[in-house]
């Protein structure tokens, strides 16, 4: 059960990441 609750948790935190640096690379892409 726990073993589901971290994967889940490592799951989610990547999609914030995922999420976080195309919003970041967007901007530096239109820029150049």
């Not at 059960?1 to 976080?20: D, E, H, P, S, Y």
Request: net charge positive.
């Amino acid at each position: 059960m726990k073993l589901r609750f971290i994967i889940l948790l490592v799951c989610v935190l990547g999609l914030t990441a995922g999420i976080a640096y195309q919003l970041s690379a967007i901007p530096t892409q239109s820029i150049w």
